[in-house]
């Protein structure tokens, strides 16, 4: 890594690139980080045709200050240079995969492109000497997924999920994350990048979302999940947080299994699926208000924890 010169180091370390900026989680990072006061190269996957709106749409999350501090980007995750200049005199990269416009849904051609991105976007990385930290947003399902769950302990960070049970039971997003959080930290590994990464349940926001539907892709397998003591979602607000607490603290390492809420009763299960199904459409099917069964929680987010406790105290509040 190559010496900043004395003035531009301490800039330089307060310049971060997020990586799709045009996504739930990266708009909400982007924000979050500019009232940190980080200048952030906003990285947006979004096609070019479509690039003035999001624009708009995120210059609108800023304050006439924050967007001084603001650099937009049109970043391809399969066009390796474009994304060479988003990480330009950048300390660190945020970054988070969703689904290309012209291919929402996930299947077995989803994780490629979800593999290819993963691998461009660390080799740019490896190549831009200014970068000292990644940190690498992937999900839980890259965690929970294999044979013989019911006789294993409680799950962590040093979980993987199986490749050929997520191929065999078609769980298309278990099998993205999974292969793409694998490559990266194989080319992290062997180009010596400081990696961190983020293994979130299901991304939940205060009001519903296109995303926030029966359709999301993370719920494939969810009567399991439940039934497993494994079903875990996350608040936005909570996964930015984590995200920006792993990336300041010089301690963190590896990876970190990131959720606030277990779906592990008939209440819970019941109070999702009043979220996830619009108000038009037919009712839920109806479970029994009398089954009182809570499955025991099978999932541990320990490390993360004891990493946030001394960041929520530093919070305004």
């Given amino acids: 890594m190559a010496p900043a010169a004395a003035g531009a180091g301490a800039g330089m370390k307060r310049r971060v690139c997020v990586m799709d900026a045009s996504g739930r989680v990266g708009s909400n990072l982007v924000q979050q980080l500019l009232l940190r006061g980080y200048t952030v190269h906003a990285a947006l996957h979004t096609p070019p045709s479509r690039f003035h709106g999001e624009l708009q749409c995120l210059e609108g999350l800023s304050s006439c200050d924050d967007k001084k501090r603001l650099r937009v980007f049109h ?20 970054y988070c995969f969703e689904p290309l416009p012209d291919h929402p ?23 831009t000497d200014t970068i000292e930290k990644v940190v690498f947003t992937s999900s839980a399902t890259a965690v929970i997924w294999r044979d013989g769950r019911n006789t294993m302990p409680d799950f962590d960070e040093r979980n993987w999920s199986d490749i050929n049970f997520c191929k065999k039971y078609k769980l298309w997003h278990g099998l993205s994350k999974t292969l793409a959080e694998k490559t990266a930290w194989a080319l992290a590994m062997d180009r010596g990048l400081n990696m ?11 009001s519903p979302d296109k995303l926030m539907t029966i359709d999301n892709p993370y719920l494939k397998g969810a009567a399991e999940m439940y039934e497993d003591g494994v079903f875990v979602t996350v608040d936005i607000r909570f996964l930015v947080d984590a995200h920006i607490c792993i990336f300041e603290d010089v301690s963190s390492y590896g990876r970190y299994l990131c959720f606030n809420q277990v779906v592990n009763s008939n209440n819970a299960a019941l ?7 619009p ?37 305004p509040s």
């Avoid at 109070?271 to 199904?277: E, N, S, V, Y």
């Fill in 75 to 94: 970043s391809d995750p399969l066009d390796y240079h474009s994304i060479l200049d988003a990480l330009r005199g950048c300390s660190g990269l945020f």
């Fill in 105 to 127: 849904t996930y299947d077995e051609l989803m994780a490629e492109v979800e593999v290819r991105a993963a691998h461009n976007v660390l080799e740019a990385c490896a190549q």
């Fill in 196 to 206: 961190v990464s983020v293994n979130g349940g299901m991304l939940m926001s205060p």
């Fill in 271 to 277: 109070k999702l699926a009043r979220m996830l199904f």
């Fill in 279 to 315: 108000p038009a459409a037919s009712s839920p099917p109806p479970q029994s208000l009398e089954d009182k069964r809570v499955y025991q929680q099978r999932v541990s987010n320990k490390k993360l924890n004891k990493l946030m406790v001394d960041f929520h105290s530093g919070l």
